[in-house]
């Protein structure tokens, strides 16, 4: 059977639910106890016990239940020190787990109960925001100053409440020799997005020393309209000159190459970089500022590339989450585009990565030549990125799939 992995808050009930199914349709699960069993063991579980105690255990936190996580931990005491998840996760053991949700009162219980997970813990706490639980696991590990890479976790949600957290107990953007140490890498490639957060968490960089290239992605990466005001002051062609994958991710600040499904970012505007981070305003700015809404993309040596900002409006890793979460996909992209007369039709070649796994891995290559914002989300691989209710309104203005 496939190795699973539980999610974050897994649900005994749905686990009972494909035990049954399993029962059904597994010729090597000839009773519900051997199909619970089966079930079990692919999530890495001894037994259907231990899947059981692993899903009350992180009920009970997420529900903020103390009487119940004390009872578990106490029966079982070695469940301390393991994942609650029972596999390998960055949630970790209990305490650790606990910090994920702010649970401070179950993060002292355990604390005396001889849980030693507090470095882990305290990283989890500032990665997801949990300011006061974060002060409290810094408080029990001493209050040492965070090491160079505790802004790594933060960077990565963009949670700009334990970014400011650490640079307060004396985290550092540079070292002691002036040079960049910060993860700003992280924060502009990372999945999440907040283009808020993200702001301001790279303003917090820079006011601790962090020095930033000067450039428009930069300035774009940043939110800063001041600095996009500038660079369009210095260079008419802004709003028509496209940026190389190096530009817009620079590998001297740790950078690295394409690493999600979406539509391609090499050789870009402005514009469509606006599309697949959520940058609104700075759309809205471009726009306003005549740029062009169909402006395209640049072709490679073999002709790919020349994609209008509508088709990052129908791929790209902004409606991961949306998809994720099963919510109806925010179309205001589509939307604005389409009210400025963008061409539902206009023709495009894209080399089309294939990714699979978690993390994402690529796994294969796929052409497409000169087809519609349409074709593209149509064929496109990975569905979580695409955007359905930006094809229900391209397709209402006219778009078709050839």
């Not at 649970?103 to 997970?117: F, K, P, Q, V």
């Not at 540079?174 to 808020?196: C, F, I, Y």
């Not at 979406?262 to 469509?272: A, I, K, N």
């Not at 509508?310 to 179309?331: I, K, M």
Request: some cysteine; aromatic content about 8%.
């Amino acid at each position: 059977m496939t190795t699973r992995r539980l999610p974050v808050r897994p649900d005994i009930a749905q686990l009972r639910r494909d035990a049954e199914e399993l029962l059904i349709t597994d010729p090597a699960a000839r009773s519900l106890n051997e199909a619970r069993a089966l079930l079990a063991r692919s999530y890495q579980a001894v037994d259907w016990e231990r899947l059981e105690v692993a899903c009350a255990l992180a009920e009970a936190m997420w529900t903020d239940d103390i009487a119940t996580v004390r009872a578990v931990v106490t029966a079982r005491p070695e469940l301390i020190h393991q994942s609650v998840l029972i596999r390998d996760s960055n949630w970790g053991a209990p305490l650790s787990y606990a910090a994920n949700l702010g649970r401070n009162e179950i993060i002292t219980m355990l604390r005396e109960l001889g849980a030693t997970d507090l470095e882990h813990a305290f990283g989890r706490a500032a990665l997801q925001g949990h300011v006061d639980t974060a002060r409290l696991l810094h408080t029990m590990l001493g209050a040492p100053t965070p090491s160079t890479d505790a802004l790594d976790g933060a960077a990565y949600t963009l949670n700009a409440a334990g970014t400011a957290l650490l640079f307060e107990l004396g985290a550092a953007a540079v070292d002691e020799h002036g040079t960049n140490v910060a993860p700003v890498a992280t924060v502009l490639q990372t999945d999440s997005r907040d283009p808020h957060a993200k702001h301001v968490i790279l303003q917090l960089y820079e006011d601790h020393g962090f020095v930033f290239p000067v450039t428009a992605p930069m300035a774009f990466h940043r939110g800063r309209i001041d600095l996009l005001e500038a660079h369009l002051a210095r260079d008419a062609e802004l709003l028509t000159r496209t940026f190389t994958f190096a530009e817009i991710f620079p590998p001297e600040l740790g950078c690295h190459g394409e690493t999600y499904p979406r539509t391609s970012l090499d050789g870009v505007t402005l514009l469509h970089l606006a599309v697949e981070f959520g940058e609104l305003d700075i759309a809205t700015w471009l726009l306003s500022h005549g740029m062009d809404v169909d402006v395209p993309a640049a072709r490679d040596t073999d002709g790919f590339g020349g994609q209008t900002a509508l088709f990052h409006a129908v791929v790209c890793y902004l409606n991961f989450w949306t998809n994720y979460r099963n919510e109806t996909g925010d179309p205001t992209f589509a939307k604005v585009l389409l009210a400025l007369g963008a061409n539902p039709n206009v023709l495009a070649s894209l080399r089309e990565r294939l990714w699979d796994g978690n993390p994402w891995q690529q796994v294969g290559e796929r052409t497409h030549h000169d087809v519609t914002p349409l074709a593209w989300g149509a064929d496109y691989h990975k569905r979580i990125v695409v955007n359905a209710a930006a094809m229900t309104l391209i397709a209402e203005a006219g778009g078709r799939l050839a």
